[in-house]
C-alpha cells in the first residue's frame, strides 16, 4: 500500500509529457542555429496559445463528463467581434466590455447546459446549434475585419510584458543588446486559469462529480449525485473558461473576424485527447490536456522555425500524433479488461 | 419494518426483522423486483404503507436518496460504482470529508476509506481505481459504502449472479458478519443453495402476490419450490406424457463435458433422431446457458462435442447452422425477430446466411418457401410480404420457427417457443414440435412449465444453479421433476 502503482492513465500522461519533451529538446538540437533553444520561443509557444490553454481546460472538464464542446471557437469569434466593434465602431469604453465577455460566455454556457443537462439533449448537437449561432452573431454585427485601435486599456494590456524574474533565459541579441525573455498579461491569465481547473477538479466536490458522472451516469445517480447539475455546470464552467480564453485571444490578435479562432474546438479536443483525456468520460487531467497544447505549439513553432515546410504539416503531425494516442488508450483499455 | 398492501404486488405484506438476512424468493414475474423498487424509491406505489424501525410514522421514499436518508441502500448485480474512481473515492463520493477551505480532505478521505476496508478485512488499497479490482471486491465495496452510510436495511439484488464459489463464500461471511451488527438484510437471488446457505428467513411471492413467510428450517427445498411454482406439492396431479416418442439409434449430438465460464459447469448431453429432449430448472439454472453452449452461442471452452458421430468444434452459431442445428432464442424480440422485415424476409434469413450473403436466393424461391411455410404452420399473416412486427406474438414465433425449418435442420433449440402466446397457440407449437421429431428431428425444447414439458418431451434434463443435476425419461411426473430440481 506504501508504494503507489502507477496506473495506466499516469503511464498515458507520463507518455504525453515524455513525447513533449523529446519533440522540444530534438527541436532544440535540429535548430540550435536558428535560436530554438533561446526560452523565448516556448514563452512565445504560451504567447500564441494562451487563448487555446484556456478553452481546454473548459473543453476537458465537459469531456470528462463524458460530453463535447464544439461551440468554443464561434463562442471566442462572437466575442472577440463583440469587443472590437464596441471599442472601434459603438464607442464603450473597453473596460466595460470585457467584463460583459464573461457574462455573455456564462449565459452562453448557462443555456446550453441547461438543454443538455436537463433537458438531457446531446451535448454534440446542442453545441453544434451554440456554434452556428454564434458564427453567426459574428457576422451579424460586422462582416469586416475590425481592428482594435481606438482603446488605450487594450492597447496597453496588449503589450504589457514581464519580464522573466532574475533575467532567467537573458541573452544579448546582434546588436549587442540585452534581451530578457518576458511573457504578455495573458500567459499569466492562462497559466491561473490553467491551475485554478486543476484544483477545480481534483479538490472540490464538483470536481470529483465530473469524474463520477462521466464514469457512470447511473452509478453517480444511485450514489447521490446530482447528474443534471453536474453537466450543467460543466458545460457553465467550460463557456466561463472559454470567454476567459478570448479575452487572451484578442489581447493576441487585438480584431475581430468571421474567421477568427476557426476550428479552434478541434484543437482544444485534441490536444485533450492527447492529453490522455477520453471521449468517453470520466478520464482526463489538465495537465495532460496542457501538454496536448504545448505538443500542438512546438509542432508549430518547429515548422515555422524550418521555414521551408508548408504551414499544413502541422494537421498531418497532429493527425498522427492523435491516432498514436487513440491506439494507445484502446490498449491499455483491452489491458485493463484482461485484467 | 411492514409494507401492507404495495398495490402493483397486489396486497403484500412483508416484515425485515434486525439483524436477519432475508431471502426474497419467486420465479421471473413474481414481483420481487417490484417490491424493491417500492421500498427503495425508484417505483411508486399506491397504496400502503412503509414503516422503519417501528415507528408509526409512515415512510415514502421519492428517490434513491431518499431511501438511502432512511437508512435502506441497495446493491445491484451490476456494481453501481464509478470504475474511473479510486476505491476511496467511490466510497465517499458526495459525502467527502472537507477541508476548511470547502474543498476536498483526500487525506483524511483515504484514511477513514482504510479504515473502513481494514475493518472488513478487505484486501484493498484504497488509492488504487476501483477498476483494478475483481467484481467480487468491487461489490463488497458497494455493500462497505452501504454500511457506512449507517443503512439499516440493506438490500442485495441477485449480487452472485457473477461471481465463483471462493467470492460468494467472501460474499457470506460479509454478510453474516453485518447481520451480527444488527443490519437488517434483504437478498434477492435464484440460487437455491445459497439460500439455505445464508438466510435466516425466507418470503415467497408469486404473480405479484405473497404465498408465505418462513423460517428456514421449517421450509424444505421441495416445499419452497412448490411454494415458487404454485404447485401444493401434495395435490399435484400427475399427468403422463402424451405421445409416445421413442429416440431412434442414430444419435444427432453427443455432448461430453462441456462447459462455459461463469454460465453453465460441465454437463454431458445426448439427443437422438426423433427425440425431444427438455432442459428444465428454475429460471436461471443454466437452461438456456446449456443450449447455447451447445449452439456455440456462447463458445464452449471444456468438453468435447460429436454431431452425427463425428467430434465437431463449434466457434460461431454459423457452423452450428453449418452442421445442420438451429436455435429459437428465448428472447425473439431482442434476438430473433426483426419487425421491419417482412414475413418472408424474415423466413428466408437464415437460409440466406447460411448459404452466403453473395448467393441471393431467387425471388420466385423465395416466394414458394415462404408460402409453403404459411401454410403449413398456419402463420396467420395479412401476406407474405407483411411487415413482421403486424403479426401476433405467437405468430411471430411461428416465423421464427419456419425460418429454422426452412433450413432443413436435423436439429433444433426451442428455447421457451411458448412464452406470451396464448393457450390455443401455445398446443399448435407443441403439437409442431412432436410432429417435427417424428419425421426424425431431435428436439431441446426448454420452457418454464412443466405441465408442457411432460406434455412435448420423453427425456428431461434437469438443471440446477448452473450444473445439470439430474435426467428423467419413463414415467415423469411433477413430482418427481421438483424432487429432482431440489434435491439433484
Known amino acids: 500500500m506504501k508504494k503507489k502503482r502507477m496506473n495506466s492513465n499516469s503511464i498515458l500522461l507520463m507518455l504525453t509529457i515524455a513525447l513533449f519533451v523529446v519533440m522540444y529538446v530534438s527541436g532544440c538540437i535540429a535548430y540550435a542555429d536558428k535560436g530554438f533553444t533561446k526560452l523565448q520561443v516556448f514563452l512565445d509557444i504560451l504567447k500564441n496559445n494562451a487563448g487555446l490553454i484556456c478553452v481546454v481546460c473548459g473543453m476537458t472538464a465537459v469531456m470528462i463528463t463524458g460530453g463535447i464542446d464544439i461551440s468554443v471557437g464561434a463562442l471566442i469569434a462572437m466575442e472577440c467581434m463583440f469587443l472590437a466593434v464596441g471599442v472601434e465602431q459603438w464607442g464603450l469604453p473597453a473596460v466595460a466590455l470585457l467584463p460583459l465577455m464573461l457574462v455573455i460566455g456564462l449565459v452562453f454556457g448557462m443555456v446550453q447546459g441547461y438543454f443538455i443537462g436537463y433537458l438531457e439533449i446531446q451535448p454534440f448537437i446542442v453545441t453544434m446549434a451554440g456554434m452556428f449561432f454564434a458564427r453567426g452573431m459574428t457576422a451579424v454585427i460586422s462582416t469586416q475585419q475590425v481592428s482594435i485601435t481606438k482603446s488605450e486599456l487594450m492597447t496597453k494590456l496588449s503589450t504589457m510584458k514581464f519580464n522573466m524574474p532574475f533575467a532567467i533565459g537573458a541573452y544579448t541579441n546582434k546588436k549587442g543588446k540585452l534581451m530578457i525573455p518576458n511573457v504578455s498579461i495573458y500567459v499569466i491569465i492562462a497559466l491561473l486559469v490553467l491551475v485554478a481547473t486543476f484544483l477545480i477538479l481534483r479538490y472540490t466536490k464538483f470536481g470529483r462529480s465530473l469524474y463520477a458522472v462521466g464514469g457512470n451516469q447511473q452509478s453517480a445517480a444511485l450514489m447521490g449525485l446530482d447528474v443534471k447539475k453536474t453537466r450543467f455546470k460543466a458545460h457553465v464552467m467550460c463557456s466561463f473558461l472559454t470567454s476567459i480564453g478570448a479575452i487572451c485571444y484578442v489581447l493576441n490578435t487585438m480584431c475581430g473576424t468571421t474567421r477568427q479562432a476557426l476550428g479552434l474546438e478541434m484543437d482544444a479536443i485534441s490536444s485533450a485527447v492527447i492529453g490522455g483525456t477520453l471521449l468517453t468520460g470520466g478520464v482526463g487531467n489538465v495537465i495532460g490536456s496542457f501538454f496536448g497544447v504545448l505538443i500542438n505549439g512546438t509542432i508549430s513553432s518547429l515548422v515555422k522555425t524550418n521555414g521551408k515546410l508548408s504551414s499544413a504539416w502541422p494537421n498531418v503531425v497532429t493527425a498522427i500524433l492523435l491516432c498514436f494516442f487513440i491506439v494507445l488508450q484502446a490498449i491499455f483499455a483491452r489491458f485493463r479488461k484482461k485484467d | ?488
Open chain 2, 1 to 488: 419494518m411492514t409494507f401492507p398492501g404495495v398495490k402493483a404486488l397486489d396486497h403484500v405484506d412483508f416484515t425485515l426483522r434486525k439483524g436477519e438476512i432475508h431471502a426474497l424468493m419467486g420465479e421471473n414475474g413474481a414481483g420481487k423486483s417490484t417490491l424493491i423498487k417500492c421500498l427503495t424509491g425508484v417505483n411508486n406505489f399506491e397504496a400502503g404503507e412503509i414503516h422503519i424501525d417501528g415507528i408509526s410514522e409512515a415512510v415514502r421514499n421519492r428517490n434513491t436518496l431518499d431511501a438511502q436518508k432512511h437508512g435502506i441502500s441497495t446493491v445491484y448485480q451490476e456494481v453501481n460504482l464509478c470504475p474511473n474512481l479510486s476505491v476511496a473515492e467511490n466510497l465517499f463520493i458526495g459525502r467527502e470529508p472537507m477541508t476548511k477551505l470547502h474543498t476536498v480532505n483526500r487525506k483524511e478521505m483515504v484514511k477513514r476509506a482504510q479504515k473502513l476496508m481494514n475493518e472488513m478485512n478487505l484486501p484493498v488499497d484504497v488509492t488504487r481505481n476501483l477498476d483494478e479490482y475483481s467484481l467480487a471486491l468491487q461489490q463488497m465495496i458497494a455493500i462497505a459504502r452501504a454500511v457506512d452510510m449507517e443503512c439499516k436495511v440493506l438490500i442485495l439484488d441477485e449480487p452472485t449472479s457473477s461471481l465463483d464459489d471462493s467470492e460468494v463464500e467472501k460474499l457470506f461471511n460479509l454478510m453474516r458478519q453485518l447481520r451480527d451488527r444488527g443490519v437488517g438484510i434483504i437478498f434477492v437471488t435464484h440460487f437455491l443453495e445459497q439460500v439455505y446457505a445464508v438466510c435466516d428467513r425466507i418470503t415467497v411471492l408469486r404473480n405479484g402476490q405473497l404465498v408465505g413467510e418462513y423460517p428456514i428450517a421449517e421450509l424444505p427445498r421441495v416445499k419452497l419450490i412448490a411454494a415458487m411454482m404454485g404447485k401444493d406439492f401434495d395435490d399435484l396431479a400427475s399427468i403422463k406424457p402424451e405421445g409416445g416418442l421413442h429416440g431412434g439409434t442414430e444419435s444427432l449430438i453427443d455432448a461430453q463435458g462441456l462447459s462455459h465460464a461463469g454460465k453453465i459447469k460441465p454437463f454431458d448431453l445426448t439427443l437422438a433422431r426423433g427425440e425431444v429432449i427438455g432442459l428444465t430448472g428454475l429460471l436461471g439454472s443454466g437452461r438456456s446457458e446449456l443450449a447455447r453452449a451447445i449452439y456455440g452461442a456462447d463458445k464452449a471452452q471444456t468438453g468435447t462435442l460429436r454431431v452425427k458421430g463425428k467430434e465437431v468444434h463449434i466457434k460461431h452459431p454459423i457452423d452450428a447452422m453449418n452442421l445442420g442445428m438451429g436455435m429459437l432464442p428465448d428472447d425473439r424480440k431482442a434476438e430473433g425477430i426483426i419487425g421491419d422485415l417482412s414475413v418472408r424476409e424474415n423466413i428466408i434469413l437464415a437460409m440466406q446466411a447460411r448459404r452466403g450473403m453473395t448467393k441471393l436466393i431467387p425471388m420466385k424461391e423465395q416466394e414458394e418457401i415462404a408460402d409453403h411455410f404459411i401454410e403449413l404452420l398456419q402463420i396467420k399473416t395479412a401476406s407474405r410480404e407483411t411487415p413482421v412486427k403486424q403479426l401476433s406474438g405467437g405468430n411471430q414465433q411461428k416465423v421464427i420457427i419456419a425460418r429454422w425449418l426452412a433450413t432443413d435442420p436435423d436439429f433444433l433449440i426451442l428455447d421457451e417457443p411458448t412464452r406470451g402466446i396464448d393457450v390455443g397457440t401455445k398446443t399448435e407449437i407443441q403439437k409442431l414440435v412432436i410432429k417435427l421429431a417424428q419425421e426424425g428431428k431431435g428436439i431441446v425444447f426448454i420452457s418454464s412449465e412443466i405441465e408442457e414439458m411432460l406434455r412435448t418431451c420423453n427425456r428431461l434434463a434437469v438443471l440446477r444453479d448452473g450444473a445439470k443435476v439430474g435426467e428423467l425419461s419413463g414415467e415423469m411426473t411433477q413430482e418427481l421433476v421438483m424432487k429432482t430440481i431440489a434435491e439433484g
